[in-house]
């Protein structure tokens, strides 16, 4: 089966770092997608893991470990845009390349 | 550039009719997906074309749902004999390589 899963909410303070965590169980893995989508817009594109360790884009990074079906998307230096709910989304298998989402993170941020 | 547009917008519809939605993807996108979304929930896989052939339509929740992409560009997505539960944001997606962009969505709203 499909299972993805990440905390509802979190909320944190302007200025500080954040690690919103995704686990993940799937019938195969090609690939882990992080979307940030504002209230009442689309999910933009943040970062793709297709191999093991941590990828850096400026202010936000993210980390896969495949033998433990473990992501995260560390965002540093917190702003209050980052108000935002955040996507974990994983490509099972090549085949296809459709998208399971998790439910999503939505992260507060106040000054 | 321009991104990936839907339309329309929004759409009310009564019980029972049918409806069209269009989505145009980004110029040269090879592929082309349709997800529906829920209120606090992350998109949900419908189906996905490359060019003009639909490579996976598991995600249809039922025969009143299809989806054409006729030429390998724009495509439409149809509900049949709409229900109440059909109401959602449906959101469109194209890709070049791995990485999905979003549109803006419709929102059926089916009374």
């Known amino acids: 089966g499909q299972n993805i899963d990440q905390p509802t909410e979190m909320t944190a303070t302007e200025g500080a770092i954040v690690q919103i965590n995704c686990t993940y169980q799937t019938s195969g893995f090609n690939g882990l997608f992080w979307y940030q989508q504002h209230a009442g817009e689309a999910p933009t594109f943040l970062s793709y893991n297709v191999l093991d360790g941590l990828e850096e884009k400026g202010r936000f990074s993210s980390f896969l470990s495949r033998s433990k079906g473990y992501s995260y998307l560390l965002l540093k230096e917190l702003q209050m845009k980052d108000s935002a709910s955040y996507l974990c989304?994983?490509?099972?298998?090549?085949?296809?390349?459709?998208?399971?989402f998790g439910t999503g993170t939505r992260l507060q941020v106040f000054p | 550039g321009a991104g990936v547009s839907q339309s329309p917008r929004y759409k009310v519809t009564k019980r029972g009719q049918d409806v069209a939605l269009r989505c145009d993807p980004i110029s040269g996108h090879v592929s082309l997906y349709w997800y529906r979304q829920a209120l606090g929930q992350g998109p949900e896989f419908l189906t996905y074309?490359?060019?003009?052939?639909?490579?996976?339509k598991s995600g249809l929740p039922n025969d009143r749902f299809s989806a054409e992409r006729p030429e390998g560009s724009i495509s439409t997505l149809t509900i049949q004999r709409t229900e109440q539960r059909d109401s959602a944001m449906y959101r469109c997606?194209?890709?070049?390589?791995?990485?999905?962009?979003f549109g803006p969505g419709t929102r059926l709203l089916v009374l």
């Open positions: 997606a194209s890709s070049l390589a791995e990485t999905q962009y």
């Open positions: 074309f490359n060019y003009e052939a639909q490579q996976d």
């Open positions: 989304a994983v490509r099972e298998v090549r085949n296809t390349d459709k998208l399971i």
